[in-house]
């Protein structure tokens, strides 16, 4: 998997090599994911999510909360990658949640735990509101939406990570507005480090400084319909 794989042991590795072979023969009867081919899934998908794992590992997180994960990205492979991370991945897609439940399975992982729901609702659930170290969300929604789903998971000093394209145009504000709506402030959009045939990726760090108000988040489908911080 050349220097995608960076950063994680010889296990993790083979398994990365078992998720990656599951997902693309489920993959050929459920449209789990956009890419089809070996070395998509291992460039653009697993290498994608473990250009997170600095971060991560700076933190010195013990939870870990991937929000609108579809086949495990990023969250089942942070969990492959780092194994002693608890990780809880939400995901609306039923056949998707039985592919990560059959993933899960295969792989023997404990410490990972597959929830089939809306994050508007299970982010009012006290099972799992505020009880994150961390949160991750790749590909879901622009910014704004992005916070006022993601917060609410965290724990006041908690970071939430977002993967986004280079180019945030006017989602850097509006995100930064509804961040403070929710309890929170954007600390940073970096760009990450780039090695070959990695896509520009600057990471959006999201920080939890309050609690986040009951209102929020507000009912499923509302958010992505009407954002926060828009002026
Ligand atoms: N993170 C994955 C999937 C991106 S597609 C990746 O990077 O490949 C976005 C996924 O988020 C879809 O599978 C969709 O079902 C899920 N999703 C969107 N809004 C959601 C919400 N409010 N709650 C839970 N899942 C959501």
Redesign the pocket.
Known sequence: MGAASGGVDETARERLAVYRDALLEWNERFNL?AVKDPDGVDRR?IG?ALRLLPAIDGFGAARLV?????????GLVLKIARPDLDVTL????GK?VAFLRHAIAMLGLEGVEALH????E?GRDPRYRGRYDLAT?????ALPVLVE?CLPFLRVGGRALFPKGPELGTEFAEGERAAALVGGRIESAEVLPIGAGEPVTRLVIAAKIRETPYRFPRR?GV??KEPLGRV
């Open positions: 994911t998908l994608d991937d929000v609108g994960t579809g086949a495990g990205l990023p939400i995901e609306a897609t998707k729901g809306r994050a508007e299970l969300a790749r590909a879901v929604a789903l499923s958010p992505a």
